[in-house]
């Protein structure tokens, strides 16, 4: 770990890691650029058995002070100038509530010195320019600055696709970023239009996303597409590029498509007043609109809050505990986010059918709509490396703005803006596909934790910016390490492989009723709880299924049913 110059140091009489079942710690404070370090040993007595510490400072999301035995002094007056005042007292608290959920709490001695710290870690949490953080400055020495960027190219994508098919084409009318500001330099789109219709297309759409390929399902030939809105406005205004567009998907006479919408009806109507609107009827005959409302916003911010809230109070009774898991109504929001996805899924796979989704501004829900059908249709993606290129892919690529919406977690007391986490709940969908079908995904549970940590406060620059000519004007793939080829290093690939996994090349489809969603403890209990014997028991696991060949997949799938996967997923199928 590297560490930025010094800013400020502070004796600490105790740190407690609130809920964890720790011993608080005493020691010595300090203050970086980007860390907050602390030397310490139980008891202060400087024994070797000293531990140390560390954090990030822009993994911060609340600072919260309280002063103790608080009083004034008021020294003599000096050639009859005025007496000044100061704050003196014995010690003050600082409570630090950090975007991946944790709670730390500091006893600092002498009330000017706590208040000192407290806004030195305010200040320095709060700075909201990307070449400032972290990742600009951290140099490991196991990693060369330009691995892992490109492990995931869309052209490998499309060579996929390309020997299945030669619909789809690559096309580099986004080069400059000036058809679409958030969608990467390439693009797949319909081989059938040229580069100027997707420019007239791309002015018809919100924020310029004009449809473009998200997945294409070798199984029937069908693709899955994705956009923001199109700006029919209150006139009804068309775009006859962005008609040919959609009209050249469906191929066969008479073929159907479904545009599943992530807004309500009522939404999507209003949008009409402000510029934006729908697909109608009579200009896209052949598309089937479906409106599965998805919450993106402030509601889904809120659902958050109340969920951790309610998490971290300890003295809740059952009935009190249930009621509000209920009212903050984050497992709807999880139970409705896997329903639509498999609406996508069913669309393509047992209808044959072409799928658009959009809600409006396409970088949000169609982002976890899309990425959600695919981990549901194709086994690819539910390897370690596939997933990695989904996310890349699906997300990154794609466009959606993780500065703003991961720039503060559950626990700010600013009014949020632009914050939801949308990436979360994707994130917590897949947990939910993983145990449902445990045998299906080569990665853990550790993995969606390690991601969601990365995407609020990271070391790596894979998820700074919001879309990639941000990334490319602040030249992130050539200042900063991927987190792809960290997380790829065969010391720590193994610590997120599941040692279940099979490869199961049936789609998965999951249960959707109330009894099969659960809360994700692993994430929302993580701090409050002690992992220590669910830890030992994932060690247990690991040592019974054999690894000492480095081969997971095929030690998992010698060593158990191989049909067990394929049944579970097959009652699924019949659902």
Same mark, same amino acid.
């Given at each position: 770990?590297?560490?930025?110059?010094?800013?400020?140091?502070?004796?600490?009489? *105790?740190?407690?890691?609130?809920?964890?079942?720790?011993?608080?710690?005493?020691?010595?404070?300090?203050?970086?650029?980007?860390?907050?370090?602390?030397?310490?040993?139980?008891?202060?007595?400087?024994?070797?058995?000293?531990?140390?510490?560390?954090?990030?400072?822009?993994?911060?999301?609340?600072?919260?002070?309280?002063?103790?035995?608080?009083?004034?002094?008021?020294?003599? #007056?000096?050639?009859?100038?005025?007496?000044?005042?100061?704050?003196?007292?014995? *010690?003050?608290?600082?409570?630090?509530?950090?975007?991946?959920?944790?709670?730390?709490?500091?006893?600092?001695?002498?009330?000017?010195?706590?208040?000192?710290?407290?806004?030195?870690?305010?200040?320095?949490?709060?700075?909201?320019?990307?070449?400032?953080?972290?990742?600009?400055?951290?140099?490991?020495?196991?990693?060369?600055? /330009?691995?892992?960027?490109?492990?995931?190219?869309?052209?490998?994508?499309?060579?996929?696709?390309?020997?299945?098919?030669?619909?789809?084409?690559?096309?580099?009318?986004?080069?400059?970023?000036?058809?679409?500001?958030?969608?990467?330099? &390439?693009?797949?789109?319909?081989?059938?239009?040229?580069?100027?219709?997707?420019?007239?297309?791309?002015?018809?759409?919100?924020?310029?996303?004009?449809?473009?390929?998200?997945?294409?399902?070798?199984?029937?030939?069908?693709?899955?597409?994705?956009?923001?809105?199109?700006?029919?406005?209150?006139?009804?205004?068309?775009?006859?590029?962005?008609?040919?567009?959609?009209?050249?998907?469906? /191929? /066969?006479?008479?073929?159907?498509?479904?545009?599943?919408?992530?807004?309500?009806?009522?939404?999507?109507?209003?949008?009409?007043?402000?510029?934006?609107?729908?697909?109608?009827?009579?200009?896209?005959?052949?598309?089937?609109?479906?409106?599965?409302?998805?919450?993106?916003?402030?509601?889904?911010?809120?659902?958050?809050?109340?969920?951790?809230?309610?998490?971290?109070?300890?003295?809740?009774?059952?009935?009190?505990?249930?009621? #509000?898991?209920?009212?903050?109504?984050?497992?709807?929001?999880?139970?409705?986010?896997? *329903?639509?996805?498999?609406?996508?899924?069913?669309?393509?796979?047992?209808?044959?059918?072409?799928?658009?989704?959009?809600?409006?501004?396409?970088?949000?829900?169609?982002?976890?709509?899309?990425?959600?059908?695919?981990?549901?249709?194709?086994?690819?993606?539910?390897?370690?490396?596939?997933?990695?290129?989904?996310?890349?892919?699906?997300?990154?690529?794609?466009?959606?703005?993780?500065?703003?919406?991961?720039?503060?977690?559950?626990?700010?007391?600013?009014?949020?803006?632009?914050?939801?986490?949308?990436?979360?709940?994707?994130?917590?969908? &897949?947990?939910?596909?993983?145990?449902?079908?445990?045998?299906?995904?080569?990665?853990?549970?550790?993995?969606?934790?390690?991601?969601?940590?990365?995407?609020?406060?990271?070391?790596?620059?894979?998820?700074?910016?919001?879309?990639?000519?941000?990334?490319?004007?602040?030249?992130?793939?050539?200042?900063?390490?991927?987190?792809?080829?960290?997380?790829?290093?065969?010391?720590? @690939?193994? @610590?997120?492989?599941?040692?279940?996994?099979?490869?199961?090349?049936?789609?998965?489809?999951?249960?959707?009723?109330?009894?099969?969603?659960?809360?994700?403890?692993?994430?929302?209990? #993580?701090?409050?709880?002690?992992?220590?014997?669910?830890? /030992?028991?994932?060690?247990?696991?690991?040592?019974?299924?054999?690894?000492?060949?480095?081969?997971?997949?095929?030690?998992?799938?010698?060593?158990?049913?191989?049909?067990?996967?394929?049944?579970?997923?097959?009652?699924?199928?019949?659902?």
């Amino acid at each position: 770990m590297e560490f930025a110059e010094l800013i400020k140091t502070a004796t600490v009489e *105790s740190v407690l890691l609130s809920g964890a079942g720790l011993p608080p710690v005493r020691g010595t404070l300090c203050i970086t650029s980007h860390h907050l370090l602390l030397s310490s040993c139980p008891g202060g007595d400087g024994a070797p058995g000293a531990i140390e510490l560390w954090l990030l400072i822009r993994n911060v999301d609340a600072v919260e002070k309280r002063v103790q035995n608080l009083g004034w002094y008021q020294p003599p #007056r000096t050639n009859g100038s005025p007496r000044g005042t100061r704050l003196a007292g014995s *010690s003050g608290t600082i409570t630090l509530r950090c975007k991946d959920l944790k709670v730390l709490q500091l006893e600092i001695p002498g009330m000017e010195e706590c208040l000192n710290v407290a806004s030195s870690i305010e200040a320095l949490s709060s700075v909201d320019s990307v070449m400032l953080t972290y990742p600009f400055f951290y140099r490991p020495q196991s990693l060369r600055l /330009e691995a892992g960027w490109h492990l995931f190219p869309l052209e490998r994508y499309h060579e996929q696709i390309a020997a299945q098919t030669s619909q789809w084409r690559l096309s580099s009318v986004n080069r400059d970023f000036t058809a679409c500001p958030t969608y990467p330099p &390439v693009v797949i789109v319909p081989a059938a239009l040229d580069d100027d219709a997707l420019r007239k297309a791309a002015r018809f759409r919100h924020g310029g996303r004009f449809p473009v390929l998200s997945y294409y399902h070798r199984k029937n030939g069908t693709a899955m597409l994705r956009s923001s809105q199109p700006l029919t406005g209150p006139n009804r205004k068309r775009c006859r590029e962005d008609e040919l567009l959609l009209a050249t998907v469906l /191929e /066969e006479e008479g073929e159907r498509g479904f545009i599943i919408d992530t807004r309500s009806a009522q939404a999507a109507k209003q949008a009409r007043v402000t510029g934006g609107g729908t697909e109608p009827k009579s200009s896209y005959p052949r598309w089937k609109r479906l409106h599965r409302p998805l919450e993106r916003g402030r509601p889904l911010q809120e659902s958050f809050v109340k969920l951790v809230d309610a998490c971290s109070d300890t003295s809740l009774t059952m009935d009190r505990w249930l009621s #509000r898991l209920e009212s903050c109504r984050w497992l709807s929001h999880v139970k409705a986010a896997l *329903s639509t996805a498999c609406l996508a899924a069913q669309c393509m796979d047992r209808e044959a059918a072409c799928v658009l989704v959009h809600g409006a501004e396409g970088t949000d829900t169609t982002l976890l709509v899309t990425a959600l059908a695919q981990l549901i249709l194709d086994p690819g993606c539910r390897t370690l490396a596939g997933f990695q290129g989904l996310l890349e892919r699906e997300w990154i690529e794609a466009g959606h703005p993780f500065h703003l919406r991961c720039a503060r977690s559950a626990y700010s007391h600013a009014r949020p803006k632009q914050e939801a986490p949308l990436f979360l709940l994707f994130l917590d969908c &897949v947990w939910q596909l993983g145990r449902q079908f445990p045998f299906s995904l080569e990665f853990g549970e550790r993995l969606l934790l390690t991601l969601f940590d990365n995407a609020y406060a990271s070391s790596y620059g894979t998820f700074l910016g919001n879309n990639e000519k941000e990334r490319c004007l602040c030249k992130v793939k050539e200042s900063t390490h991927s987190l792809w080829a960290w997380l790829n290093q065969p010391g720590e @690939k193994k @610590k997120y492989l599941n040692p279940l996994y099979s490869h199961n090349a049936l789609v998965i489809w999951p249960s959707v009723e109330p009894q099969s969603i659960q809360l994700w403890q692993g994430l929302f209990l #993580r701090w409050i709880r002690s992992s220590e014997y669910l830890d /030992e028991a994932w060690a247990e696991i690991q040592r019974l299924v054999g690894n000492d060949d480095g081969s997971v997949e095929e030690s998992a799938g010698n060593r158990r049913s191989p049909s067990l996967s394929d049944t579970t997923a097959q009652t699924e199928n019949e659902r």
